[in-house]
């Protein structure tokens, strides 16, 4: 497929929308999730070059810088759940019929399922900079944009609860159990720092949406 | 500016992290709640036509066809949501010299600030029913997929609220009690439900994916 990021919007949503199975949850997530630091950046870029925001520029513009990192390797992990779907097809179709076969089979199988719980750990990690980023960006971003930090922050938290779905979806069939118990615990600090985050953002934007 | 559903994805997620106005929060609110709605289609799709899903072909076709509804509902909002932008920032531009023009300029700011609630509020009906139609699927939909749903329903409970920020925004600005009482009514009956509705999907989702 080509680079989907080169595609019309609508043509992206209808190929999520179809039984393709590319772009799936983990492929939509990082999208999303770039959508939200996108949010986060344009408040952030409304507020570089404001005389009324002078005072907190440097901030904004260190801002400017993270949000293109985050949205930038949201768009590379993209690719890399697309891929890790592809490889994890792939070992369906290898051959069974000798036991070397089958351990080869099942070899290629654990690290298919270790890189499609990776990739999704990877969006969770991206998309929890992207909360970090909304959190500083509620205190001193431009209050005429504010409430689009707190939208950044909402879809930030989902695209990150959505990608780890995928964790979920794949650690029954890893073996390797220091490398579930480590995913494990990745997860469920990454869904607990989100709510905090999103719950710390969205409180400060309410406060200045009120004024 | 072009239709944004026509140009590259990233360039619109470019175009929405600059300092350019458009797209905003609402905007992407109704774009990123198109993704969450083309998840639970994809699940849809993935249902029909199998065998082993036959009993519950009907229903998931007719989320298909409730689901791409929703997507197309979505895409309008996108254009209404910077029509209403585009027509509050004209308000600013407009004469203030006499009394006269000084009262239809007010009376102008009264009905941008309505437009710019009722679109967010619209954004939120189909997120809603985006939800509505994610719960449905979880129950019935292909299970090779079904964390999508999850995907979905977390994405569609965000969008939905980011929107809803901009009706937060826009509210303080509107003389007309009864329009106000309303609209907050309708806020918080589309919150409500949009937490009720994400926490049953993503628990089936949740039972489902354990198997």
Redesign the interface.
């Known amino acids: 497929m080509s680079d989907?990021?080169?595609?019309?919007?609508?043509n992206?949503?209808?190929q999520?929308?179809?039984?393709s199975?590319t772009p799936?949850?983990g492929s939509?997530?990082a999208?999303?999730g770039?959508?939200?630091?996108?949010?986060a950046?344009?408040v952030a870029?409304?507020t570089?070059g404001k005389e009324k925001y002078k005072d907190v520029e440097p901030q904004a513009l260190e801002q400017v810088k993270r949000?293109?990192g985050i949205?930038a390797r949201l768009?590379g992990l993209v690719q890399a759940d697309m891929d890790a779907f592809e490889a994890f097809m792939a070992v369906y179709k290898l051959p069974k019929d000798t036991d070397e076969q089958k351990a080869a089979r099942a070899k290629a199988r654990q690290a298919a399922a270790i890189e499609a719980t990776e990739v999704p750990l990877a969006i969770g990690d991206a998309c929890l900079e992207a909360l970090e980023a909304a959190v500083g960006l509620a205190a001193i971003g431009n209050s005429t944009?504010i409430?689009?930090v707190?939208?950044g922050a909402?879809?930030a938290?989902?695209?990150l609860?959505?990608?780890l779905?995928?964790v979920?979806?794949n650690l029954p069939a890893i073996n390797d159990s220091e490398f579930v118990n480590n995913a494990k615990a990745r997860r469920e600090r990454l869904i607990a720092e989100a709510e905090r985050l999103r719950a710390e953002a969205i409180a400060v934007?309410?406060k200045r949406?009120q004024g």
């Open positions: 989907i990021f080169e595609r019309p919007l609508r992206v949503i209808e999520a929308a179809s039984a199975p799936g949850g939509v997530s999208i999303t770039a959508f939200g630091a996108s949010m950046a344009m870029n409304l570089v949000l293109e949205m768009e944009a409430s689009d707190g939208v909402y879809l938290e989902a695209s609860k959505g990608a779905l995928s979920d979806i934007v309410g949406i």
